[in-house]
Each structure stands twice: as structure tokens, then as C-alpha cells.
């Protein structure tokens, strides 16, 4: 029996690592077909300088391009949500979800259908990223192969983190960035068998973007020579700065989401009023739609006028904000990073720094990975990402304090990130982990014992006493003849009574759980519960379903302790 066992272990181990490769390959295919596509299209509509449409109201003249694509987008956009009939459009949070989920299931038409929508959205013109939604698609394409009935029975957590891995490794061409990010924001924990399958998803991501060849890296940068402490005085002002910007970018998008539902408008028809404010804002400054990859590459690379440094800044936060929170789908890694390189650039121009012109860009970097570091959780992956994308040690290093300042205060005020505050909203207490989350979707009536002392409200008191006695038990329930809980009996309040109307001696208030409660629920109640056992009955037609014990919860609880240990350490 043991050699049977370790053969089927190394099995489907093998098939989960071989398993890993496909996805990565597949995602790394799609990420780039997708970056590529999504670009060349925008490039086309937006710069390209034989397509003009302007419009001179006095001594202004206004690019009318942006509105004409923007709201059509924004409409394409609402109709397929509609087509669809998806509550909300799906990301990174669905993704956290489910692999902390016991089934592990993602949505296959919500995880499709907004990666179709934030392809949409960048190519209209939205000021949105383009990271968050390949995540989601790697996730969706990982639990769609997992499904297949060829396909063994493996950890559907890291299959996922496996998809993750892949997409930011191919986005960005950053191989550990892409293992660390999906253990660090997604898996949340750990262990060999993990780190296996990632490593080996993002290396073969890494490997088809290269042999490929379709896109590079966007934000690979030389790295330049310095000297720290001609810095680590703009970095220590990065860092609380980062951390406000933020809170406010995280806020407001959430504040934004909000909106629809509380003016009543329907979730399909809110992206056409982020489709007229990106057209609106693009007809001035079309230097926030889009991506902004060109414009963050020129903030990083050559010193700009600082009013223009803060017209970028509160811009596309507030534009952002506007089209994640209508629907106008995207990302908000990719305006992350934006939004802190020029905060980088900014605190670069104040009189304490160096007017060494090379320092700028080690300074937008380090803005760009603490902001991006507390909006995605994962200050780890953003100093890993630095040193991949510059190749150097001391990027690195200088990123790691305002990351680290970032990331504590918004921790402190907010949440680990915008995805765990979304998932908090939907009830989802991530922060507390996978212990926490399986309490929660435990339903007691899964535990019910259906075996216990039934008496009638005919029972004689010496019959009750009798039936207890048999039955090895001190507690039985008063029973309907349709079978409806009326109250609960103790044996010690039977002794040496006499009569036969046994409802005189039935507790007053005894405590009933509904069997739709989870262990969380029903572990809080039993802390101030004293007795043998709880009924459990349906609150709504007080139909008796059974009963449940303290050693029953306390199994329940030790069997999924078990459970998460097996998932996290093995």
C-alpha cells in the first residue's frame, strides 16, 4: 500500500509541474497577443498623425479623437456586460478568492468576458492597466485546464498561483517577479511543492516571451551609477507620500465602484459615463488615457516642467478612478506605477535632492514601486521587480525604504491592498487566511447528528426519563408530530418530579443554531454555552434538523486545521 501511495503522489506531482508548463505557455502567448494587439491599436487610433479630428473653440483647439472613441468603446463595453449578464466585472480579488476557495472554481464567462472588456477599455482609450486583467485570465485559463476530466486531481491553489506567475512574468519579462507575486498576493503561503510549479510556469512563460518575441518589456531601464546618501533623504519623503497617494488612488476607486448602485444605475450602463470622461479629459490632456507607458518612460528618462509633473499626477488618479470604479475595466498596477514615478519625478525636483539629473530615475523607480507595492500587496515582488527590470543591486536597494514605508502605512490605515479591502466589502475576511475563510463556508448542517432522544408533548415524565436513560444521553428534544422543535428537556430537571405534562420542565430559552450557520457563528455561540447538546433547527419553519455537539464543532475545527496545514506546508 505505502509503494501504491508514493507512486500516485510522484504522479501527480509530475502531472502538476508538466501541467504548470502548459499554462505558462499558453498565458504567455495570449499576455503578449494581448499587450500587442491592445497597443498597436491604441497607437493607431490616438497617435497616429494622419488621424485627425479637431475642432478650434477660440484660441484653443481641441482633439476630438478621444471622444469619439472613448464613449463608442465605453458602450461596446456596457453591452457586453449586458450580453453577458454579469453582475461585475471579474480580477485579481476573484483570483485571491478562489485560491483560498475549498472548490476553487473561477467564473469561465465573467474571467473570459473581462479580459475580452479590459481589451476593449485599453484599446478605446481607458485609463486603466493592463496587468490586473492577465492575472485574472491566467488564473481562469489554470482553472479551466484543471476542470478537464483528463486531467489528474491537483492543488487547484497552486495550478492557479501557476497562471498568475505566468502572466506577470510574460507582462513584464520578470521570471521571479512572477513567482514571488503569486505566492505573495495570491497563495499567501509557501511550500516546496508551490514554489516548484510557479518556478516552472514563469520559466516557460519567460522562455515563449522570448523565443516569440512579440513584445518586450516595457519598462526595462538602464541603471546609472550613485551615491545613496545623495538620496535617502527623497526617499524617506517618497515613502509617506507614496503611502498617501495610495490610500487616496485605492479610495477613490472604491468610493467611485459605489456610485452606480446608489443612483440606481445599472452596472451595464455605467462605463459610458467613464467613456465620456475620458473622452471629455482626452479632448485637453490625452496624456493620461491609455496605458501611459510612453509618458512614464519620458517622466522617468528627462526632467519635466512640474506643473505638467502634478496635472499627470492628479489626472490619471482621478481618471483611473473613474473608469475602474464605472467599469470602464482595467487594472490599477499599470496606474500604479504611473501614479508613483511621477511622484518620483516630483519629490526629484525639490530643493533637498541632488540636482545630479541622472538621479531621476532612480527616484521615479522607487515611487513607482512603493505606490504599485501597496496597491497590489506585495512590497516583496516590488523590489524583486526593480531589480529585474534594471539589472541593478542598488535600484533595489533604494526602492526597498519607501516600499517599506509605503506598505507599513497604508497596512496601518487602509488594508494590505485594494484587492483585500474589495474582498472584505463582499464579506470575505481574507486578512485572517484560509483558516478563517473555510470557518466561514462550513455550514453546521453539514455536522448535524440526526441521532438523538425525540419525546412528545404526550410523553409521560417517567417514560422521558426512561427514553433518556436508554438512549445514554442527559438532553432530548420535544418534537411535533410534523416534526417541528417545540423545546428542549434536561434529565436533572425530570428526577423526582411528578405529572405528566412534561413542557413544565423543558428549558425557558434554550439556545437553537440555524443549519445555515457556519463554525465561525456556532464556535461564538458555544463559548457561553453549558450543556450536552444544540438542536438544530430551520428558524424559518422550525422543522428539527438535528443536533450538534461541542466534540462535533471541535472536530469540525480540528479537521480543517488539518486541512489548511496539508494545503500550506506540503
Known amino acids: 500500500m505505502f509503494k501504491i501511495i508514493n507512486i500516485k503522489a510522484i504522479r501527480d506531482s509530475l502531472a502538476l509541474l508538466v501541467i504548470a508548463a502548459v499554462v505558462g505557455t499558453i498565458v504567455s502567448f495570449v499576455a503578449q497577443l494581448f499587450i500587442i494587439s491592445a497597443k498597436n491599436i491604441y497607437n493607431f487610433i490616438f497617435n497616429n498623425k494622419d488621424f485627425i479630428l479637431s475642432i478650434d473653440v477660440g484660441n484653443i483647439s481641441l482633439n476630438l479623437i478621444p471622444f469619439v472613441i472613448c464613449v463608442p468603446s465605453s458602450i461596446l463595453v456596457g453591452f457586453l456586460m449586458y450580453y453577458l449578464k454579469l453582475p461585475r466585472w471579474f480580477g485579481p480579488a476573484d483570483t485571491i478568492y478562489a485560491a483560498h476557495h475549498r472548490a476553487g472554481i473561477l467564473d469561465l464567462k465573467g474571467g473570459f468576458g473581462s479580459t475580452l472588456a479590459s481589451f476593449m477599455s485599453i484599446s478605446g482609450g481607458a485609463s486603466v492597466g493592463i496587468y490586473g486583467p492577465l492575472v485574472h485570465f491566467g488564473a481562469t485559463v489554470s482553472s479551466f485546464i484543471r476542470r478537464q476530466n483528463f486531467i489528474p486531481k491537483i492543488p487547484h491553489d497552486i495550478i492557479i498561483g501557476s497562471g498568475v506567475a505566468a502572466a506577470i512574468s510574460a507582462g513584464f519579462g520578470a521570471p ?291 427514553l433518556l436513560i436508554k438512549s445514554k444521553t442527559t438532553e432530548g428534544y420535544i418534537i411535533s408530530d410534523d416534526n417541528k422543535f417545540i423545546s428542549k428537556i434536561s434529565l436533572i430537571n425530570l428526577i423526582n418530579k411528578k405529572g405528566s405534562n412534561l413542557i413544565e420542565y423543558s428549558e425557558p430559552k434554550p439556545l437553537i443554531i440555524d443549519p445555515n450557520s457556519n463554525l465561525i457563528v456556532v464556535i461564538k455561540k458555544l463559548s457561553k454555552f453549558v450543556g450536552e447538546s444544540i438542536p438544530i433547527v430551520d428558524k424559518k419553519t422550525h422543522e428539527m434538523i438535528g443536533i450538534i455537539s461541542e466534540n462535533d464543532v471541535l472536530q469540525a475545527y480540528l479537521d480543517i486545521s488539518e486541512e489548511i496545514n496539508q494545503i500550506e506546508k506540503h
Open 176 to 466: 521571479l517577479a512572477g513567482v514571488i507575486f503569486a505566492h505573495e498576493t495570491v497563495l499567501r503561503h509557501f511550500s516546496m511543492k508551490a514554489v516548484a510549479a510557479l518556478a516552472i510556469s514563469s520559466m516557460a512563460a519567460n522562455f515563449s516571451a522570448t523565443e516569440i518575441g512579440i513584445v518586450s518589456p516595457p519598462l526595462l531601464l538602464t541603471a546609472i551609477s550613485f551615491e545613496m546618501s545623495d538620496i535617502i533623504v527623497s526617499l524617506g519623503i517618497i515613502g509617506p507620500l507614496a503611502a498617501l497617494v495610495a490610500i487616496v488612488f485605492m479610495k477613490l476607486v472604491l468610493f467611485l465602484g459605489s456610485i452606480p448602485g446608489k443612483i440606481n444605475l445599472k452596472n451595464w450602463q455605467a462605463p459610458v459615463i467613464a467613456g465620456f470622461a475620458c473622452g471629455l479629459c482626452g479632448m485637453i490632456f490625452s496624456e493620461v488615457l491609455g496605458l501611459g507607458t510612453e509618458v512614464l518612460m519620458s517622466v522617468i528618462t528627462s526632467k519635466q516642467v512640474l506643473a505638467y509633473l502634478f496635472a499627470l499626477l492628479v489626472g490619471k488618479l482621478i481618471l483611473t478612478a473613474i473608469c475602474i470604479g464605472f467599469g470602464f475595466f482595467g487594472g490599477m498596477f499599470s496606474p500604479a506605477l504611473f501614479l508613483g514615478g511621477v511622484l518620483g519625478a516630483i519629490v526629484f525636483q525639490l530643493p533637498i535632492t541632488s540636482m545630479n539629473s541622472e538621479l531621476l530615475s532612480v527616484l521615479a523607480v522607487s515611487g513607482m514601486a512603493a505606490v504599485s507595492s501597496s496597491v497590489i500587496g506585495a512590497p516583496i515582488t516590488a523590489i524583486i521587480l526593480v531589480l529585474e527590470l534594471t539589472g541593478s543591486y542598488e535600484y533595489a536597494i533604494a526602492a526597498t525604504f519607501p516600499i517599506v514605508v509605503c506598505s507599513f502605512i497604508t497596512s496601518r490605515i487602509f488594508a494590505n491592498s485594494v484587492f483585500d479591502k474589495q474582498l472584505i466589502s463582499r464579506g470575505v475576511a481574507i486578512t485572517k487566511g484560509r483558516e478563517q475563510i473555510r470557518l466561514n463556508e462550513a455550514l453546521i448542517k453539514n455536522y448535524v447528528d440526526k441521532n438523538y432522544t425525540k419525546l412528545k408533548l404526550t410523553t409521560s415524565i417517567d417514560r422521558s426519563i426512561e
